[in-house]
């Protein structure tokens, strides 16, 4: 079969750039309305707080740029010719790697802002160390994509 | 010994990549960890035509927008009525909220739109590629503006009832629904490009 190129290899390519991109904005959905809710219910009694607290919620929107980016690369990868499995899978692992651990990270950004800024509200010392457990949880986003970004240049040269 | 496997020997010619479905059940339902039973396998799944996974998509782009569209109105107008009860000057601002829902169905509609000019009948297609494309935008838009208008929903519910509070927190929360909206714009930007790959000629 050496030359004939799979016509099914393309689908588990495009699998994978899709799947950067949803699970990446699920996670970050999911963040940024958590925290966005700490953010509103702890305004109404420490109004000049609110600017500071939106930090969570920047943080939960940028793993959506890193599922964007994955996906951008993924799409530009798939081709209709010389594009055998070890291709289409190579990027479905990659975007699920960044996806799920975007979708991760999402939620962890979510819960921990959510309790963070409530907490901030009451004792305003405790803005650094939600601070540093943020920067932990978004780290994760990053091992992800640092996989992703490793595993979408997988490309072979012909069939 | 390969007659015994597959029961007849006679029906393995594909016409267009296309397997008789008889052979693929007949043979090998209870010998699928026979190596000669993945090929079929492989068939069953290339023989589902282009036009299925492309249609499915441009169902799935506008269907799942307008779902999370719905979801993040129905969660944002709650509070908001239920809010504006004390507080009847909110309502007129916080309509914006319902607005930043309803774009996710636009995106949508403007997806499945551009989608759909793809759609042309070839009697023998090429290759599946464009119905894969087709079917992985159709997910990644639906997708990502579903989270995005859930999302939408919840911070403009959480920003209405702020806001009866105490309104210098209209614009702050404002800003987070602000982020919230850019998921859907994301998936626009990932579905087009998708979009542009595919063609069935």
Request: proline share 3%; with cysteine; charged share 10%.
């Amino acid at each position: 079969m050496a030359g004939v190129c799979p016509p099914a290899a393309p689908f588990f390519g495009f699998m994978g750039a899709a799947s950067s991109l949803v699970f990446s904005v699920l996670g970050a959905a999911y963040g940024t309305a958590k925290a966005g809710v700490g953010v509103a219910s702890m305004g109404v009694m420490r109004p000049e707080l609110v600017m500071r607290s939106i930090l969570p919620c920047i943080m939960a929107g940028i793993l959506g740029i890193y599922g964007l980016i994955v996906s951008v690369i993924l799409v530009g990868q798939v081709t209709e010719d010389s594009y055998p499995y070890y291709s289409g899978f190579a990027h479905l692992a990659s975007g699920l790697s960044i996806g799920l651990a975007a979708l991760a990270a999402g939620i962890c950004i979510g819960i921990v802002g959510d309790a963070g800024v409530r907490a901030t509200a009451q004792q305003p010392k405790l803005f650094v160390g939600m601070t540093l457990i943020l920067i932990f949880a978004e780290a994760l986003a990053l091992y992800g994509l640092i996989v992703a970004i490793i595993l979408s240049g997988k490309t072979a040269s012909s069939c | 010994w390969g007659i015994f496997i597959t029961g007849r020997g006679s029906h393995h010619k594909s016409n267009n990549g296309r397997v008789n479905m008889a052979s693929v059940f007949d043979s090998c339902w209870f010998l699928w960890f026979l190596p000669v039973c993945y090929e079929q396998w492989w068939a069953l799944f290339a023989s589902i035509s282009p036009y299925a996974w492309a249609t499915t998509g441009i169902a799935l782009a506008i269907g799942l927008s307008v779902l999370g569209a719905a979801w993040g109105i129905f969660i944002t107008g709650s509070s908001l009525v239920g809010a504006a009860i004390k507080a009847p000057r909110i309502q007129s601002k916080n309509l914006i909220s319902v607005i930043f829902c309803e774009a996710v169905a636009i995106y949508g509609v403007i997806i499945a739109i551009i989608m759909q000019t793809k759609l042309v009948y070839e009697s023998s297609p090429s290759s599946s590629f464009a119905g894969y494309g087709l079917f992985a935008a159709g997910l990644v838009v639906g997708l990502s503006n579903l989270f995005c208008g859930i999302c939408v929903g919840i911070t403009g519910s959480a920003c209405a009832l702020s806001d009866a509070q105490n309104p210098t927190l209209f614009v702050k929360i404002l800003i987070i629904e602000i982020f919230g909206s850019a998921f859907g714009l994301f998936g626009v930007i990932v579905g087009i490009i998708m979009v542009g790959k595919c063609s069935f000629e």
